[in-house]
Structure formats: structure tokens, C-alpha cells
């Protein structure tokens, strides 16, 4: 013969709360049919294991979806009400059943209740205000990085097809007025560039910010002290070569993040990003030791940037002395880059594999 557990409940303004002291339940079977709900299961009740059961006609009309999570200890119920409301007694039955009491561990008044749905508004209303910000802050991050990428890439773009199209038509001549022709837009492109390191430093992009300090200020190095400072550098063919591999990297570099600001994916585009450096890197790194090696001799005679010393230690510190310390920073520069650069690669194609299989 089935026996009746202990049930206890609370309600708010959308929600009836039932808890039922039934330890172990098993087979548990709950329904709520014609605003009457029905429970049904095996456990450790007051009169030990046993089958116990009971009914409750509610006070007012509740919706017919009931949900319940079973623990070791107690079955809880849960009952949407029909319309939101407060009731003054949970059963149409003006007495209450013997078995039922209330749950003060849930227990609220009718104001109690009302103040904790504005708390739970206002809590909502925050979270969503947030939300706002958030999308709003994400979607001007997101502009700002696709407009400084999409200049960068034109910039780097003219530069790349100006020294292809003069090399076509000028031929070998091309390469002794490359600083004269592309150095303006190849000086704007680099400044601007040391926004990547800002960027990085206060994280508006996920990456370290020593990779990007590194390429920008070698870049900068070469492209105002080895080449703007110097005239006599202006009509080497190295200069030539440097910008030449800077903007092939860097036409694929910036349209790879133009897409990565709208989580979009081009495969080829994608390869090239992570494959094209691996030659054009290092042959970049070797352009700039040339010009570097080429300067010593210039900054050797004319003593441009020399270092004042106490008369007890000389006159000065020739700057040629500083590029041979500069050739070593560099190639080691160029191994922690590359270094960075092979384990975003080998990341990028590990992960892929595993979204495909």
C-alpha cells in the first residue's frame, strides 16, 4: 500500500516550489493533469522503503510542464503557473493537506518576493546594458582593425606593384631609385606600423607584444638610419630587395586579418599567411644584414652618430661599432620571430586537422 511522503513548498510570482523528503527515489513519475499533480516513487521515506505517492489540486490554473531534479536526499518539483500572481494557499482546499508544510529554506512574503523579481530585472537590465557595450566596444575594435589593416595592405600594395611594374618596364635601371620612388609611402606604412606593438601591449589583439616590437623596430632601424640618414644608400640595389620582400609579405599578412575581423576564412589566403614567410623571412633578415654591412664603411668615415666619451677613454664611439653589435640582435631576432612565427603555423594546422576528422 502506497504511504504519503513530506512534502513541503514556497512559491513566487511565476513558480511553485515543491520539495519531497524522499531519500533514493527511484521510478519516479510526476504529471500534472487538469491543475492536478500526481507524484509517484520508490524510496526512503518516514516509513522507510516504500512506494509513496500523493495529489495536490492547486489553487489556480498552472501550466501542465513540470520539471523535477531527483538527489540523494529529496525530490525537488518545479510548477510554472498559469498567470503570474501570488496565492494565499497552494491547494483549492481551504484546509491544508497533513502532509504539506512550508518551506522556510525558500520561503518569501509577497513583498519579499516582489523585491527579489527587481532585483533579478535589475540584475538582467544590467547584464544587458553590458552586453550592449560589449558588442558596441567589439564592433568599433573590430572597425578600427579592419580600417588600420586595409590601409596598411594598400599601402604595402602600391609599393608591391610600383617596384614590379618599374622593374618590367625599366628593367635593371629600376633598382638604383627604389628609395626615391617608394621611400614616402614605405615611411608610412612603417610609422604606422607601430601600432602593432600598442596594439598588442594593451590587448586589443591576442599576440605577444616582443614579436611585433622586434620586426617594427629592425624594420624602422633600416628604413630611417641605414637608408633615410644615409644619401650615399639611396641608389643601392639592396634597397631594392628590402622593400621588395617587406610588401610580399606583408599583401598577404593584412588582407589574412581584414578577414579575421568578420571570422572569416579564405584557405588559400590562410596558407599563404602561415607558409609564404618561411623563405621570404629570412631572405628579408639577410637583405637588411647587406645594407647594414654596406653602411659600416659610410658610418665609418663620416662618423655620423658617433658617441661622445670622456677624453680618458677617446674621443668618441664610431656608430659602425654599434652595427656590428646590431648584425648579431638581428639574426638573433630573427630566430625568436621565426621561432613565433612556427609555432602560430604548426597551431594554426593542428587544429584544422582536428576540426576535420
Known sequence: MALTPLVYWAQRHKEIYLRVELTDAQNIDVLVLENVLRFRARGHGAKGLNEYCFSLEFLSPVKPEVSYKSTQRQVNITVRKEQHGWWDRLTVQERKPVFLAPDFDRWLDESDA??????????????????????????????????????????????????????????????????????????????????????????????????PLIQVVGRNFILFIIFGSLEEMHHRPVVFFVFYLWSAIEI?????????????????????????????????VLAEAVAVIQSI???????????????????????CYILHIYLVLMFLGLFINFRHLYKQRKRRFRTKKRKAN
Not at 586579418?257 to 589566403?269: A, H, S, V
Not at 668615415?301 to 670622456?310: A, C, D, L, W
Open 114 to 211: 516582489e523585491m527579489e523579481n527587481r532585483e533579478k530585472d535589475e540584475k538582467r537590465n544590467r547584464l544587458r546594458a553590458a552586453k550592449h557595450e560589449e558588442e558596441g566596444f567589439v564592433s568599433l575594435k573590430m572597425g578600427y582593425l579592419f580600417m588600420y589593416n586595409l590601409v596598411q595592405f594598400l599601402g604595402f600594395s602600391w609599393i608591391f606593384v610600383n617596384m614590379t611594374v618599374r622593374l618590367f618596364i625599366f628593367g635593371q635601371d629600376s633598382l638604383y631609385d627604389t628609395f626615391h620612388t617608394i621611400s614616402d609611402v614605405m615611411f608610412f606604412c612603417q610609422i604606422l606600423a607601430s601600432v602593432e606593438v600598442l596594439n598588442a601591449a594593451f590587448g586589443v589583439v591576442k599576440t605577444g607584444v616582443v614579436p
Open 252 to 284: 598577404v599578412r593584412y588582407p589574412f586579418y581584414m578577414l579575421g575581423c568578420f571570422n572569416t576564412e579564405w584557405k588559400t589566403l590562410t596558407w599563404l599567411r602561415y607558409t609564404i614567410w618561411i623563405p621570404l623571412y629570412p631572405l628579408g
Open 297 to 319: 664603411p659610410i658610418f665609418y668615415e663620416t662618423k655620423r652618430f658617433s658617441i661622445p666619451v670622456p677624453k680618458v677613454f677617446g674621443t668618441s664611439i664610431n656608430f
